[in-house]
């Protein structure tokens, strides 16, 4: 199955909003377990105040996975700057 990564830009601002969904935005990874291969925040230059998030997902096209991604509950709290959402090659597994 094909693999599809979002990359997602936290507003400015926006650390209560992550916080307050962040349980929600867990529930919703697991429920597309196994599916998600890997997935997580970016942080900011501290090295630990999140500033966005980079998910990789298995979906059938493209088109799929940004359905699947606009079920994410950040997305549905107004977390997200912007977001991008690409086929993805994972050449380098280890």
């Known amino acids: ?13 926006a650390l209560d909003v992550r916080k307050e969904t962040r ?3 867990l529930n919703w990874i697991a429920s597309l377990a196994p599916r998600v291969k890997i ?4 942080l900011a230059d501290d090295g630990a105040t999140p500033v966005g998030s980079i998910m990789v997902i298995e979906a059938d096209s493209l088109e799929a996975a940004k359905a699947e991604y606009a079920g994410d509950p950040y997305n549905a709290a107004g977390l ?14 280890q």
């Open 1 to 13: 199955m094909p693999l599809f990564a979002l990359y997602g830009l936290d507003k400015p601002g």
């Open 23 to 25: 349980q929600a935005h």
């Open 39 to 42: 997935a997580g925040p970016m």
């Open 80 to 93: 997200w700057q912007s977001t991008s959402i690409r086929p993805f090659n994972w050449v380098v597994k």
